[in-house]
């Protein structure tokens, strides 16, 4: 600083409290809601239609040639699989496209952080909507699953729950990534970089333990590969002391892009 | 010439307590940049400013400082007494921003478009709906409440624009370059929106770079050249000190205007390119006599403070 006033240099700019107040979360959501009444019936169309073609053409095509994974017919592993596609594809896009359009092209988050909101309130009601939109659209596969023949249980109450921390953590990096790209056609990078890998390499199409070793370790990393078992766990009632492990991946991812997210956004929001 | 006519919107107004802007030393860079510079600036309660000055002057900058949306590097601000940026959430929360550019939600109606600011400004459930009919009453767009904001012509988003940063009843409104872009029989719409609103006692700081819209507007002007502020006052009195009462257009080829200036320069007058004329600044030599032909008698104007004070045009 070059400033010749020793009063300004005497004086730092000191910033606020990053104190969260849920009036501001709730007039965000409240926002969200209004625009989703508007939409809901495209995107629970989307929601439903699309597992069903999977399990259609993957269950009843692919499962032909493969009946069990274990002792799970494949039209079931494929069905709870498809969960954290659900999830992912919900979150992520959302957060990427949604977040970069309000962003840049309508300049809605600088018209909302011009009334008592910061940026970090801002990210995070963006993120728990989007996250809370994954876990309900989270379930449709399992509704899909179950037309072909998935017996229910009661720890399918569980996935929803299981949706909302994937998604809230892939929200979160799909804010982030907003928030880091030049423009909205890099995205593709991201797309076929990123999101189709973590999507492909997750266990959602084949189990992962007959993979080779380097696939299962890039699996471990993979906070998707952690929903998925998470998802089939709940769906087959069948705990152990691993599920611990996978919420845990799950919520440190999460939290480790609501840091990166929200310090990306307060870069590009406020000058 | 105001009238106070009767404003459907009756803000909260307090004229006791800490001015409504209070600004020392803010100094802003962006790279090599120095948008603003050392800026000093304090705006009593009730009355409405005028920003004046060039686009980069360093208007924007100094506005969205206020609201902490950029930070300064050095400097203080206070906001109706709250520091800011340290307290800038309760700072916005008593004061309403209108954007130079559309940021409307498109796809929300107008109705909700002021729903979603009332929330956020903490209205509460009970007076929600209120506010937002007297925000619709305002902006003149009752009938229009249903519509979607991306179908409204530009006048009519300008005026949601403002409704929608009054919903609240602020204290203070920050208005950016409120009819740059209108064609003239909006603007002069909105300036009968401004002018009612500031008759009903809201403090109103308003960035401009219309001499004519900051001459009909503003109690006081603060002229603004480099990020710094050059001079501030009434506009009357602004005109009166730098400018006095006339100036003198003088009209000819160019060879002739080129003659004037030299001729002003020899005698020390003040003198401007207006277009296609020379203006002088005050009067012309007595001992010109004629020489350049008859001048254009005119009222000095702001526009011609600004030109004298920083060798830049505003407009």
């Not at chain 1, 797309?191 to 189990?207: A, D, R």
């Not at chain 2, 120095?34 to 309660?45: F, G, I, M, T």
């Not at chain 2, 005109?239 to 100036?247: E, L, N, Y």
Request: glycine share 8%.
């Amino acid at each position: 600083m070059t400033s010749t006033t020793t009063a300004v240099r005497d004086d730092p700019v000191t910033e606020p409290t990053r104190a969260i107040e849920p009036a501001a979360l709730r007039a965000v959501w409240h926002r969200e809601w209004t625009l989703f009444v508007r939409y809901w019936r495209s995107t629970s169309f989307a929601a439903l239609v699309e597992p069903l073609v999977y399990l259609f053409a993957f269950g009843v095509g692919f499962g032909s040639l493969v009946a069990f994974v274990g002792d799970v017919p494949y039209v079931q592993f494929l069905g709870t699989g498809i969960v954290a596609s659900a999830v992912l594809f919900t979150s992520v896009f959302t957060g990427m496209f949604t977040t970069f359009v309000r962003r840049v092209f309508q300049r809605t988050y600088d018209a909302l952080l011009a009334a008592p909101i910061d940026v970090h309130e801002l990210v995070l009601a963006e993120a728990v909507w989007i996250a809370a939109k994954a876990g309900v659209y989270g379930c449709a596969p399992l509704l899909a699953a179950m037309l072909f023949g998935l017996p229910p249980t009661w720890g399918m109450l569980l996935v929803p729950a299981i949706g909302f921390l994937t998604g809230l953590g892939f929200a979160l990096f799909g804010i982030l990534t907003s928030a880091v790209v030049p423009t909205i056609d890099s995205f593709n990078y991201i797309t076929s970089g990123v999101v189709t890998p973590l999507f492909l390499v997750s266990g959602t199409f084949f189990p992962l333990d007959t993979a080779p070793a380097w696939m299962q370790v890039l699996a471990w990393v993979n906070p998707l590969y952690h929903c998925v078992q998470l998802v089939r766990d709940a769906v087959f009632v069948d705990f152990g002391w691993v599920d611990l492990v996978h919420i845990g991946v799950l919520a440190g991812f999460a939290a480790l892009m609501a840091v990166l997210a929200i310090r990306q956004m307060r870069r590009r929001l406020i000058g | 010439m105001r009238t106070a006519r009767p404003s459907p919107t009756l803000p909260r107004v307090t004229t006791v307590g800490p001015p409504a802007l209070r600004l020392r030393g803010v100094t802003k860079r962006f790279g090599d940049l120095l948008a603003v510079d050392h800026l000093d600036l304090d705006v009593p309660r009730g009355i409405c400013l005028g920003l004046l000055g060039p686009n980069g002057a360093g208007k924007s900058t100094t506005m969205r400082m206020v609201t902490a949306q950029v930070r300064q590097d050095a400097g203080t601000i206070e906001v109706l007494g709250h520091p800011v940026p340290h307290e800038a959430k309760q700072a916005r929360a008593r004061m309403g921003v209108v954007p130079q550019q559309d940021n409307l939600d498109g796809e929300l109606t107008v109705r909700q478009n002021l729903e979603v600011f009332g929330r956020l400004y903490r209205i509460p459930q009970r007076e929600l709906a209120d506010a937002v009919e007297r925000a619709l009453a305002l902006a003149q767009l009752v009938e229009r409440q249903h519509t979607t904001a991306e179908q409204l012509s530009g006048g009519m988003k300008r005026r949601l624009l403002i409704a929608r940063g009054l919903v609240h009843r602020p204290e203070l409104v920050l208005l950016d370059e409120p009819t740059v872009g209108l064609d003239p029989q909006v603007r002069s719409d909105m300036w009968g929106m401004i002018d009612a609103l500031r008759s009903g006692g809201v403090t109103i700081v308003m960035s401009t770079h219309y001499i004519e819209e900051a001459h009909r507007l503003a109690d006081e002007v603060a002229m603004m050249s480099h990020g710094r502020i050059v001079a501030t006052g009434a506009p009357q009195g602004l005109v009166a000190t730098h400018a006095g009462p006339v100036a003198h257009e003088f009209y000819g080829p160019p060879a002739r205007l080129a003659e004037v200036e030299a001729a002003a320069d020899a005698a020390g007058v003040a003198h401007r390119r207006t277009g296609p004329s020379v203006s002088l600044i005050g009067h012309p030599p007595p001992e010109w006599d004629g020489r350049f032909g008859d001048p254009v008698r005119r009222e000095a104007t702001l526009e011609d403070v600004f030109v004298l004070l920083t060798g830049e045009a505003v407009e």
